[in-house]
């Protein structure tokens, strides 16, 4: 994707007055944004995916101390998930670590069967199997939505939102050829730019975090699952900034 000899000096430029337009949209804008109860700002939304998560996995660490409490001899690990009823689950005794049995499991019309294998599972497994796959399924929305074209308010960079994160990035010259990502991810703190080109980097470096705090997206562009506590969000932005206006 990111090849050095597509990156042109009018990429380049577009890249740094991108930037430009959109840290002094708010000079030029009539009605200041931060008023605007259904917009909301990029680290917001980065924010929420990563609460998110840790909600996420907390679940999935519960119900591995469950698995582990309940057979005292045996290691769990319970995998991502495809949804539709189907969870893998890999399991071990500990006299035997080196010895992982991993399963495909599928719930259908009121039964769990094993998908693509027939291994023994310890008595009494499938209930506490069933109960993960309930719990797991109010996560669907979270796992499998995200939007890949968002096109914000304020700005000509393009946005793409998921589970793993969000992403800043300008299209090029060609139509599968992006100038440059600025990902920021559920996972870590830190921010990964994408691209070959070394004043594009820089430019990235020095802005990517203004950028995230600067750009705003609709609410209602953003996967469903966070729409609720972006609004919420978002109203404490607006009483916060009637407070400081009131203060001033």
């Known amino acids: 994707m990111f090849n050095e000899k597509n990156v042109a000096s009018s990429d380049i430029k577009k890249v740094a007055q991108a930037i430009k337009d959109t840290l002094s949209f708010d000079e030029e804008c009539n009605m200041p944004l931060e008023y605007d109860s259904e917009l909301i700002d990029l680290t917001s939304v980065l924010d929420t995916i990563k609460r998110k998560r840790l909600e996420f996995e907390k679940c999935r660490e519960e119900y591995v101390k469950k698995l582990e409490n309940k057979y005292d001899t045996i290691l769990f690990c319970v995998h991502d998930y495809k949804f539709a009823d189907l969870i893998r689950i890999s399991y071990c005794y500990k006299d035997d670590v080196f010895s992982w049995t991993s399963l495909k499991l599928k719930y259908e019309n009121g039964i769990l069967s094993q998908v693509g294998s027939n291994y023994n599972l310890p008595n009494g497994l499938i209930n506490y199997l069933k109960e993960i796959i309930f719990a797991f399924n109010d996560y669907e929305d979270y796992y ?4 890949d074209f968002i096109k914000p308010v304020n700005s000509e960079f393009n946005v793409s ?7 800043i990035y300008l ?20 921010v990964d730019i994408e691209t070959h080109n070394i004043e ?3 430019l990235c470096n020095e802005y990517s975090k203004i950028l995230f705090n600067k750009i705003l997206v609709r609410i209602e562009d ?8 972006l609004h919420s969000i978002k109203q404490k932005q607006l009483e916060n900034v009637l407070e400081y206006k009131k203060d001033s």
């Open 171 to 190: 299209k090029g010259s060609y139509k599968y050829f992006n100038i440059f990502n600025i990902n920021g991810f559920s996972y870590t703190d830190s």
């Open 200 to 202: 594009i980097r820089n």
């Open 144 to 147: 499998n939505e995200k939007n």
């Open 161 to 167: 939102i998921s589970r793993f994160g969000v992403t």
């Open 222 to 229: 953003c996967p469903k699952w966070m729409r609720d506590e």
